[in-house]
Nanobody
Framework: QVQLVESGGGLAQSGGSLRLSCAAFEFTLDDYAIGWFRQVPGKEREGVSCISRPMSAYTDSFKGRFTVSEDKSKTAVYLQMNDLKPEDTASYIC?????????????????????WGRGTQVTVFS
């Protein structure tokens, strides 16, 4: 059964860093693009990044602070988050896109992602 499990969340001070992991089970990352999203209660799910080697894409507000990468074993995707801000507080969720490449509108159509993890909570304090 395909499964995504996020980890690495926790508490961070403003300006600090966290590295999130998205582990894939019964799934080969080479076959599909992976998206990172974040969710705050009461707000719409927001796209953070999409990766399909060798390319990656980011929502503008995360460029320069967040970096997505893939494990060489092709079983995990990472999200390195630097210069964290209190407004980055959210649950961070990874998802499998329905095709191998991140489309230009990768962050807009959450219905195009076939599998979702449960998320890992990130809390940034000032």
């Amino acid at each position: 059964q395909v499964q995504l499990v996020e980890s690495g969340g926790g508490l961070a001070q403003s300006g600090g860093s966290l590295r999130l992991s998205c582990a894939a089970f019964e799934f080969t990352l080479d076959d599909y693009a992976i998206g990172w999203f974040r969710q705050v209660p009461g707000k719409e799910r927001e796209g953070v990044s999409c990766i399909s080697r060798p390319m990656s894409a980011y929502t503008d507000s995360f460029k320069g602070r967040f970096t997505v990468s893939e494990d060489k074993s092709k079983t995990a995707v990472y999200l390195q988050m630097n210069d964290l801000k209190p407004e980055d507080t959210a649950s961070y969720i990874c998802a499998i896109y329905q095709t191998k490449r991140c489309p230009p509108d990768w962050s807009q159509w959450t219905g195009s992602y076939n599998y979702w993890g449960r998320g890992t909570q990130v809390t940034v304090f000032s």
